[in-house]
């Protein structure tokens, strides 16, 4: 049973531009009826960005938490799991948490418009075996198959493996070089918002530490679920008061891409830990939570991982 | 309050493609970190459609509602409205419906790939001036302004009009020519979903008549928003139980584009009537409720016409 206060959803952000010197284009609709002239020169509305928000009965949480999905993906990573279990915003809702679920810009209901300088380049369509061979769910190069009997899926797995198809089906096409503008949307969530709690997966840690610096007195704690941050961080004063978490699944070995990822941020927050004497990092294994690939809110034993989360969560005094 | 048994979302229906002789890219994700290559060669999942789906505690329709948005739009067209009210998943989940929310083909989370023949001609974008002047907010050519205070608005418009730039980001890019893909996909979700209601906005109502045929015993109802429907329906038994609503706004007047759509609507659906005697033609206006543009769920009396509908529904049963 979930209870709500309140659901909705809005655009956020982005900004106008005007687009000169188009073609008219004269384009059939809809069949049987008159084509349409439409002429793209004139205002357009670009990099908005897509949030969908749910207040429940009995807030628990001291702020509402803003999640922030992954690259090519959007906010559909929290709300269910490839094989059809619930997802984190069912889980969170359910422990009295207010959620700001959002699609990046360029991603999922954020629209795009190929007119603006951001969306120009051609966007990136991950191949099936991509993200199989590179988010530790199968055993690297070449380990993926068709014929899910014949794949090679790292031991002791814990991602739905008869539902990756279904997984892919949640992707989305992903435009490089945006940060700047997804940086502004997400700024402007949390004016809207006030003081929040970001939860933010992979490329999303990227935007939460720009979060942090840019508004550090509305970004009440983070939880970065194997981010990737290889930054220079300029003002590390500005987290002295923000509760951080790290959360790192399995399979991370030196020499895999994954642990490179994982240095990179560990050398970029390094310089926080001067300022700042709330970070955690928790290596799920040592948890004895194992076979986690880079997708913990997907994989069989996301519960496990989201009551990780939880637990950090009260721990750090942001739940009451 | 709104009191849930359960919510969550998928995807369903699409296909699988085999991409080949693509150049692999370069490219980099991670500001600081190694670039990657990426092969799109190899399999990939296409033509998918997202589904967020609401169950009441106390379930009262006798069937589910399936929302069908218009072209370039999103499933957001029914959570929320431009300037800030609820919506009618809203509205229809407190009523004790269940809904399902959909995002069409290639909008939104459904996500779309380049690398697919549906997607491959360059999709609309829509400059601000286009839906003012062609949705009957503004009055015809020429009426869209930059600033509000001189947009020449239709006498009488329900349009929430401070807030059209926020209409605009919610919409999306249109592909053309993909209608076999989304009607595919939105059979796919109705043999999931078993009998249902389908609620469909211009666009969408081609969608819904195509659902009735291929298949009738389980499209419990049709709710068609101002459809833009030109075909001919070669099975008019197919709709023989089926109840059907039109529901048509304001400012629809001999010569102009939708009157020609509303006139090919009944046109199309003229066949019907042999067969089924539960067809039923809301001229707002004669109701009473004026000022409605192309999208009333949007206007500022959406409730009013929202409450239209659900009395529809229970005079013809389909609500315990």
Redesign the interface.
Known sequence: ???????????IG?K?IH?NNQQE?R????????P?I????????VE?M?V?YFIP?REKGRYPLIFMHG?AM???AY??TPD?R??WV?YFIKKGWSIYNT?AVGR??S?????ADSFKE?????????PFE?FRIGDGKAS?H?NPENMKVLPGSQFPIKSY??F??????RW?NN?KETVSAYLSLLEKTGPSIILAHS?GG?FAIEMALNHPSLVKGIILIEP?I??DIKHPDAFTNTPILLVYGDYIKPGN?WY??MQ?TLN?LKVLKKYNSKIDMIDLTKKGIFGNSHLPMLDLNSIAVANIIQEWLEKRQLYR
Chains 1, 2 share one sequence.
């Open positions: 049973m979930i209870k709500l206060e309140d659901m909705g959803s809005f655009h982005g106008e687009v284009e384009r059939h609709f809809t069949p049987g009826a008159d349409l439409i002429n793209p020169n004139g205002y357009h509305e908005q897509y969908q009965e690259g959007t906010g559909v709300e269910n059809g619930e997802g069912n699609d999922g209901r629209g795009w418009n190929g007119y051609a966007p990136i369509h991950l191949p099936k075996h991509d590179r993926y068709k198809d279904q892919m089906k949640q992707l989305v096409p490089i940060e490329q990227l990737t290889s930054v891409r490179k990822h990179n970029s």
